[in-house]
């Protein structure tokens, strides 16, 4: 498949229509189209529909679009390596960490190794409050590696994953809380207290979702909705309202006002190394993953 008409196909995709795709490219508007049309008949489907407005992809052409991200990133990925070596650089590692694993000692060392060891290295590292949308990225081709808590279930067909450790996860109070006076928790004990969460889509907001479903009452709107980690647990130790975090959030914040409530209002979920299935990986990929399983802290 052409990279230059995969590239064609993207920018329309972006712009939202062929007269400012050609622009963007610097091409007629009716060699962009010859272009489109080419790779249409290459797949043998439409790849557009064509309105008043300009054009918007087919569900095919959506298909195609996300995998064509990801070729156009690998490619200039292979790229930069190849340049890299040629000068005598190690290339580029792109990282992306979820915030608890930006904390403490554990990982500023063993970044500071690799970059000794290796001094042409670009090592970049980029932080997300949400690790789902870090493993987004991923597929997409914008990181190499990501850590954080486990996308998918652990199984992706375009994902490799390797478990570190388990953190524990649940519904959380103050200290002190009204409802922790209560021997067995339903969830109409919930109802007065009200909810700071996640927006949707989310781990903890399926959880409580299903908290509802499973009680075959109606999910109540959340008070507040923030993707916020330090925000929902100070606004819980400070309130009554009932949140969702992980303890791992809670212990590296110094919280003491913090209570986790107890089965079935908490689970376990796998931290994990992610990157894409079969993508070869620099020397300096797999030295960092080599080194973070070798030396994990002990809890």
């Not at 493993?135 to 390797?162: A, M, R, W």
């Not at 570190?164 to 959380?172: N, R, Y």
């Not at 996640?198 to 399926?206: D, I």
């Amino acid at each position: 498949m052409d990279l230059r008409r995969l590239d064609h196909f993207l920018t329309v995709v972006d712009c939202g229509s062929f007269g400012s795709a050609a622009k963007k490219l610097e091409m007629t508007q009716s060699g962009l189209t010859k272009s489109i049309q080419t790779l249409e008949e290459s797949v043998g489907i439409p790849l557009f529909i064509r309105h008043a407005r300009g054009v918007e992809p087919t569900k095919f052409g959506r298909s195609l679009a996300q995998h064509a991200k990801l070729i156009r990133s690998q490619a200039e990925n292979a790229l930069e390596e190849i340049k890299a070596l040629k000068e005598g650089h190690d290339g580029t590692l792109e990282i992306g960490i979820a915030p608890t694993w930006m904390m403490g000692d554990y990982l500023s060392r063993i970044v500071a190794d690799i970059v000794k060891n290796r001094p042409g290295l670009n090592l970049r590292i980029y932080s997300h409050v949400s690790s789902r949308a870090l493993f987004e990225t991923l597929l997409e081709g914008g990181l190499d590696i990501i850590i954080g808590t486990e996308q998918s279930g652990g199984e992706h067909p375009n994902c490799e994953f390797t478990q570190l450790i388990e953190d524990v996860h649940g519904m959380i109070v103050r200290k002190n809380h009204p409802l922790l006076k209560k021997r067995k928790l339903s969830v109409n004990d919930f109802d007065q207290y009200g909810w700071i969460m996640r927006e949707e889509q989310t781990f903890y907001r399926q959880r409580f979702d299903a908290l509802y479903f499973e009680a075959n009452k109606p999910t109540p709107q959340p008070a507040i909705e923030t993707n916020s980690i330090p925000l929902t647990i100070a606004t819980v130790a400070n309130t009554d309202y009932v949140g969702a975090a992980r303890r791992a959030d809670i212990d590296a914040l110094g919280r003491d006002d913090i209570v986790m409530l107890k089965e079935p209002y908490r689970w376990m979920r796998n931290v994990s190394i992610m990157r894409r299935r079969d993508e070869p990986l620099s020397g300096a990929g797999k030295e960092f993953i080599q080194t973070l399983v070798e030396n994990l802290p002990i809890a």
